[in-house]
């Protein structure tokens, strides 16, 4: 369960970004042996934006986060790794407000201005006490990295993640930064995905939230694991301005769509981070959908694909079963026609117009499986909708991760 | 992969069934060993009702027995295992077609009084010169029994499924004799659920398809074991008539609700064996939820939670994870209150009004969870509406089966 990923890449070099400090310390949420609170101060005037867990259940963190985002500032950001704090009622409600107070009290900022986010098990409230002395430690705490910060709200995740780009907004060099987690999409257990995003570009809140909302629709909203859903998913974006530009405020501004396409790229970059620490994964999959009645019916198919556990299985198998695909497209309720259908796997086309390619040639095909990327496209052939959704394969390994253990 | 499931149950005993003759033969659709098409003979006046899967890309078979449905009399009934015919485009329907034909000519009826079923690999056309012999041997066989029919529909299941019932009708003791295949919910590659009932009791069709779809709803429909809905997935009910009692033709006839009853308790025993064969299964999981907006609302919370990998994985684990199935009604996207939830174990509570409850008392739970029993009991404390679900757990068997294999 220790071993890294067979789909990780390396740490990315990071620059340090104006306006951002970071700290980790050991709260000992859990028996681990290493730092599991997260710490992020940021210069006064800096905005937030941020996109939740869908979850009708979700953890009194994402609900803290959710009013917080109403009012749009921030000035630190806490993320608590080990235990979700998740279910767990009024007790839970109370250690987020006193994270909150202990923050605000020694810092001196609003405690509307604390971001919180948890990660671990369910049902176990928050430790006041662990949480206020790991505060009170972070603060006292030399600077940390980005590495250290990335490493350090992890939990069955098997490599720290990280993605950076840049833009140039009004002649300035602008940079974001992003750190995630989450080797399930997701594990409520020990998986929850948590992301975010740093940036130097002065930005209005309500375009900041727009950008993010509509970068976060073609990247985590389109990553799966295992079809399950967090209870405390949040991906939070920080925007300090400390880059010097004038501040972006509408979408048709110069530098605006430098800035869109920047933020994008990170987001896909993390979300990818995540399939490929996806727990048991040995391949990332990559599943195409053309053709669709709507973009929205098209990522609804990739996701029903990408959910299919006898797809996933027989992509950990090698095995070339558009038969699968098929039942996949056919179960997930969306405008398909069965005889107008075509699927590949790589570039070889393997069915279309309903039926199997007479006499495809396998060869390609059995390469293609044999590698670490995978690639399923699968076009409908009704209308222009069209998404990408990244998944792995389901693994022995997952059974073994999430089976062959007690909590 | 042979090894018959640890929570099979034996064969029941099964009487004869006036009006209806079995046969099976070798048509040879694979390199099995032993009879692959079932066959049987009606006697005149015999009506059919049916449900069929609801993919958007069903086989011709399920075309077929569309059209055939609406006419509603049936004489014969054909079911190829080891190739499902789907996703085979017009090849497909023609071997259909040569199907009914070859027995509408043999026996002298009509092609639309001839059903079909077929099971197996997907994007291979059913070979019709194998299926035409394996009619004309089918037809020169000597009778078979029920459990020579049971078995010779299977695929990838590991032990024969059938069930019985009785219920008096107009002073007649009439008969349902029921057989099912099925390991997956539905493995496209080899295991589709195909379940036939059989019955002497006279019943006008259109109320023998009022009642199928109803006991349809409270068994096959609340039955998952991956999630997954085959393309060629098929419930047929026949009705002979041959038990002499005055036709049932309306729901408030005497008689009606007894085999109102009898038809519900061998949909579901059929439904139960198709997850008690389930890939992989280890334990046989019920999922009660009550107190939902809903019986639909129920239904899908209910589904939600015995399709998410995690809760499937921590029972195959025996860990009392209540955790995951906070999360699995969390992402229904079903009505529901975290603060209102209340979850058991078995017979103990082990969360309510939103939280763990204190102090339960863990050996019973754990002690539950060791047996191959399981029961998960949900209440959304919101109103009346309630399901009950069957699945299993999900375990390296499920893996062994689907991945570690080429087709």
Same mark, same amino acid.
């Given at each position: $369960?220790? &071993? ?8 990315? =070099? ?7 400090? #970071? ?32 979850? #009708? ?14 009012? *749009? ?37 609003? @405690? ?12 176990? @409230? ?7 002395? *790991?505060? =009170? ?11 250290? !910060? ?39 257990? $020990? ?14 809140? @309500?375009?900041?939230?727009? $950008?993010?909302?509509? &970068? ?20 939070? !974006? ?12 509408? &979408?048709? =501004? ?5 800035? /869109? ?6 987001? /896909? ?25 709507? =973009? ?38 969306? @405008? ?72």
């Amino acid at each position: $369960m220790t &071993a890294i990923s067979p789909l990780a890449l390396p740490f990315p =070099d990071l620059p340090p970004l104006a306006g951002v400090r #970071l700290g980790v310390a050991r709260a000992g949420y859990k028996a681990w042996d290493r730092a599991d609170l997260t710490y992020a101060a940021f210069a006064p005037g800096t905005v937030v934006a941020g996109v939740t867990t869908q979850s #009708l259940c979700p953890s009194p963190e994402v609900e803290w986060c959710r009013a917080a985002l109403v009012l *749009g500032h921030a000035r630190a950001l806490v993320v608590n790794a080990g235990n979700s704090n998740a279910f767990t009622g009024h007790r839970g409600r109370a250690a987020v407000e006193a994270i909150a107070a202990r923050v605000a009290g020694a810092t001196g900022c609003l @405690p509307s201005d604390v971001f919180i986010a948890s990660t671990g098990v369910i049902g176990v @409230p928050l430790p006041i006490d662990r949480a206020e002395a *790991g505060i =009170d430690a972070v603060l006292a705490a030399p600077p940390a990295s980005w590495q250290d !910060a990335a490493a350090t709200i992890m939990t069955t995740d098997t490599f720290p993640k990280a993605a950076v780009a840049h833009a140039v907004v009004d002649g300035r060099r602008v940079t974001l930064v992003g750190i995630v987690k989450g080797s399930g999409m997701i594990a409520p257990d $020990m998986a929850t995905m948590l992301g975010f995003i740093f940036t130097d570009c002065a930005i209005a809140t @309500p375009l900041l939230q727009a $950008m993010l909302a509509e &970068a976060n629709a073609a990247s985590f909203s389109c990553i799966t694991v295992d079809g399950d859903t967090s209870t405390s998913d949040t991906v939070l !974006a920080f925007a300090t301005g400390h880059a010097g530009n004038a501040p972006l405020t509408a &979408a048709a =501004d110069p530098g605006a769509d430098a800035f /869109r396409a920047a933020l994008a790229d990170v987001c /896909r970059s993390l979300a990818q981070l995540v399939v490929r620490d996806g727990e048991g994964a040995s391949k990332f999959v990559t599943i195409s959908v053309t053709g669709a009645k709507s =973009d929205a019916s098209a990522r609804r198919i990739g996701l029903s694909i990408a959910n299919s556990p006898l797809v996933k299985t027989a992509i950990a198998g090698e095995d070339a079963n558009w038969g699968r695909v098929v039942m996949a497209v056919g179960k997930a309720g969306e @405008p398909a026609e069965r005889d107008l259908l075509a699927i590949r796997f790589g570039a070889t086309q393997v069915a279309s117009a309903g039926l199997a390619v007479d006499g495809y040639d396998e060869a390609p095909v059995a390469a293609h499986l044999k590698g670490r990327e995978v690639e399923i496209g699968v076009d409908l052939g009704l209308g222009e909708g069209a998404a990408t959704i990244w998944t792995c394969d389901l693994t022995h390994g997952y059974i073994a991760i999430n089976a062959d253990y007690r909590s």
